[in-house]
């Protein structure tokens, strides 16, 4: 479980990009977080797993206070919670399957993940990961011979690999055309189904947000103006969370 | 003036500059010319000199080139350019292993602006020490044999892969670096799943193009002591020994050629 | 080659590394050369090394520290050789190469015949390190700068002819078969059609070039080609600190070069 109370985060230049920021995230939800760029969407996502350090306030995971966790217990955070980029973030020169063995590195030792000695099982999670997204024939291909919608998979393979108790995405499906967008939704949504995994993502689609997720959070100038089930939006609100009526690269369409 | 002139007029004047190139130019020619001494008995008869020179070189000799009758192995052409080729390749090797640390503290994706110059300074002053020069103090520790070819390039080779490998680093995708931190690696595993693998095939690449330059360095170092073909050649150059020079320079064309080729197919490979 | 079976049922093989190939060939290579190299152990004399780097970087005997750098104020005439062997050699070298790369391009003449012995001569003349044209022009020519500006001039015409015909070949062709087929002949059609797409290119490599040969000139006086590489020849055996301060004042030198070639190649983008 989640719980925001009061956070902030202001930069040494005075931007303030979160202000009272109080939420309560609980297990197995899937939240949609929606609203303008530069509103603070990408700030609030990762100050869960301290890629972002907040300033202010209480972040606590699990009954656990992260603001001062660093070092071996950050990475063991970490570890177990996924995070899903925009850009996939592969390492395209390497195997599927080694990028998917990534996500297993906080788990052991340095000495032995240095020269690749990873216990069998691991390597048996990783494929097996890969089998639940459907791309196990290409475990041996170079990652950078995939499609896009392929790459975001493995990287949900990866996230998969780490055996997750929640799982962060970062705007996952705004590089993907709108056919592998919903194909990756839908994974997203059987993650969330049948591993009971939390998921917290950025959406840029407001009607993709609108559909896959349970709960939705608007964000607008780093405060949180929504919070609540994603079937009680209604057009007055988004335009209050948007400060704007939507525009046409917002909706997805359909 | 009509407009017409008055453009051409405004013409950039390129000819200025190109006059002033081409006189200096003229001016060093000439200058160089009076700060040799021409031996004008060898440039008189330079024609014959040549022919001379041509037909010794074509003359083989068999007994030079494997190391047999008058000529020990050692001092023979195929091992003299075994030799080199072996200074060329285990010098770049281990300025290619030890030029990696120091690449790092030259990359800014690694250790930050202020620190990266530092590093970067570090690495000039070994590039820009001329080879020949730390092949004659070297040669005073190790001894005229292979073994200061081989340090002298090792060390060379740092100060130029260094740049070229902490070039690589800081044009490298920062992206799954950040997904190794958001897994919960340290350190030590971004750098081998996150940095390694991204630039491996950039600096084998760059390595394989700075052995077809050692490969031919190492022959020229050899004049100073260093081993390999460099000294036979300069003996055979200073006594006129034509055949023998000629064998040489064939063997070194021969070499370097096949490295180049290797060279070039190997790197085509790598993209 | 591993085989993986999941639970599932289904299976796969892993392919085999290929990094272990690579290494084993590593291996191999290094355990085979190191046989051809000879060394004497007994040769190995680290104190002394030591002991010449001091010599290097401190005054001699009875001279001062106003001699060490005031040693370096006579070197000046041998700089200017340098620099003029480096610049003369690099500009006419260039120039000669510019008629050869034009033939060695496959889309300015397209016959084989024609590129093919161009580039083997080319790749001929490549091989030979500048060093020892050196060796042979001294031999001709006698000691002194001349030969150093033959041995840089044929380096560069070296270095030079292939750089150009590998860029002529990335060249949009569009313009020149227009001009060919209004009339002109290759010449004209290169002058003005390719010409001016190159020649920006064509002035980095010169200043790349001439960097390279400034460094390569520094030394070519050792074997008596002229400029500061005939200073460090016969100061080698016993003033350690003249070669000292000589090497100081390379390293500023080709430092500034350095400087001023990265700037003005930065421009010329």
Redesign the interface.
């Known amino acids: 479980m989640i719980k925001f109370e009061n956070v902030g985060k202001t930069y040494p230049n005075g931007v303030q990009a979160l202000k009272g920021v109080n939420l309560e995230i609980g297990d197995g939800e899937f939240v949609a977080i929606i609203g303008l760029s530069g509103a603070g969407k990408s700030t609030l996502l990762r100050s869960i797993?301290k890629?972002h350090a907040i300033t202010e306030g209480k972040l606590f995971i699990d009954d656990i206070e992260i603001s001062s966790i660093k070092g071996k217990d950050?990475?063991?955070?970490?570890?177990s919670?996924?995070?899903i980029?925009q850009?996939?973030?592969?390492?395209?020169?390497?195997s599927v399957?080694?990028n998917v063995l990534?996500?297993r590195?906080?788990y052991h030792p340095?000495f032995k993940?240095?020269f690749g000695l990873f216990p069998k099982e691991d390597?048996?999670l990783a494929?097996?990961s890969l089998?639940t997204m459907g791309i196990?024939?290409k475990?041996?291909s170079r990652a950078d011979q995939l499609s896009g919608g392929q790459m975001q998979r493995v990287?949900l393979a990866?996230a998969l690999a780490?055996k997750p108790k929640i799982i962060?995405a970062d705007e996952p499906v705004a590089s993907l055309d709108p056919i592998t967008t919903v194909q990756v939704m839908d994974d997203f949504a059987r993650i969330n189904r049948d591993f009971k995994i939390t998921i917290i993502a950025n959406m840029h689609h407001v009607d993709l947000a609108l559909k896959y997720a349970t709960r939705i959070i608007g964000i607008k100038n780093g405060e949180v103006v929504y919070d609540g089930p994603s079937t009680d939006i209604n057009d007055e609100m988004l335009v209050q969370i948007y400060g704007r009526s939507l525009k046409h690269d917002e909706v997805l369409g359909e | 003036m009509t407009n017409l002139e008055k453009v051409l007029k405004n013409k950039p004047k390129t000819w200025i500059i190109n006059s002033i190139f081409t006189l200096i130019v003229l001016i060093a020619v000439i200058f160089s010319f009076k700060g040799s001494s021409i031996n004008m008995l060898r440039f008189n008869s330079i024609g014959i000199t040549i022919r001379i020179m041509v037909t010794q070189m074509a003359d083989l000799n068999i007994d030079f080139l494997f190391g047999r009758g008058v000529y020990s192995f050692q001092e023979g052409v195929v091992f003299l350019t075994l030799e080199t080729l072996a200074i060329g390749f285990l010098g770049t090797l281990i300025g290619a292993i030890l030029a990696l640390p120091f690449s790092f503290i030259a990359a800014k994706n690694v250790v930050g602006s202020k620190f990266a110059k530092i590093g970067e300074t570090i690495l000039v002053i070994i590039r820009v020490f001329p080879e020949v020069v730390l092949a004659l103090v070297i040669v005073k520790g190790f001894g005229m044999n292979a073994l200061t070819g081989v340090l002298t390039i090792g060390i060379h080779s740092i100060g130029m892969l260094g740049k070229l490998f902490s070039e690589a680093i800081d044009n490298m995708d920062k992206g799954p670096l950040e997904a190794l931190d958001a897994v919960g690696a340290n350190t030590y595993q971004k750098i081998r799943y996150g940095i390694i693998p991204q630039i491996a095939a950039d600096l084998s690449s760059v390595t394989l193009y700075r052995l077809d330059i050692n490969v031919r360095s190492a022959t020229v170092l050899g004049i100073v002591g260093a081993g390999g073909l460099g000294s036979s050649m300069i003996l055979a150059a200073e006594n006129s020994n034509w055949d023998i020079l000629g064998t040489i320079m064939l063997a070194i064309i021969i070499m370097v050629l096949i490295v180049d080729a290797i060279s070039s197919h190997l790197r085509a490979k790598l993209v | 080659m591993t085989k993986f079976t999941l639970k599932s049922g289904s299976s796969i093989t892993k392919p085999f590394n290929k990094v272990w190939i690579i290494l084993g060939v590593l291996l191999i290579l290094i355990v085979t050369f190191s046989f051809f190299i000879r060394f004497e152990p007994s040769l190995i004399n680290l104190s002394e090394l030591g002991v010449i780097l001091e010599k290097m970087f401190t005054p001699k005997g009875e001279r001062t520290w106003g001699d060490y750098f005031g040693f370096v104020f006579t070197l000046w005439e041998p700089l200017v050789s340098t620099l003029e062997m480096s610049l003369a050699g690099t500009i006419i070298g260039s120039l000669m190469a510019v008629p050869v790369a034009i033939l060695a391009a496959k889309n300015i003449f397209k016959s084989k015949f024609v590129y093919l012995p161009i580039r083997f001569f080319m790749n001929l003349i490549r091989t030979i390190p500048a060093m020892i044209l050196a060796v042979v022009a001294v031999y001709f020519v006698g000691i002194g700068v001349l030969s150093g500006l033959i041995a840089i001039t044929l380096f560069t015409f070296g270095i030079m002819s292939k750089m150009l015909y590998e860029v002529i070949e990335t060249v949009d062709m569009s313009p020149f078969e227009a001009l060919e087929s209004s009339g002109a002949t290759k010449t004209q059609a290169f002058r003005y059609a390719v010409f001016p797409q190159i020649f920006p290119v064509f002035l980095s490599y010169l200043i790349y070039i001439f960097e390279i040969n400034v460094r390569a000139s520094a030394v070519l006086g050792y074997v008596g080609a002229g400029g500061i590489g005939m200073v460090i020849k016969d100061n080698i055996l016993y003033n350690y600190d003249r070669v000292g301060a000589t090497v100081i004042l390379l390293f500023f030198v080709i430092l500034a070069v350095q400087f001023m070639s990265n700037y003005l190649r930065g421009k010329l983008q």
């Open positions: 797993n890629m950050l990475r063991m955070l970490r570890r919670i996924g995070m980029f850009s996939f973030n592969l390492v395209k020169r390497m399957f080694n990534t996500g590195v906080a340095t993940t240095l390597k048996i494929l097996e089998e196990l024939e475990a041996f990287a990866r780490q962060l």
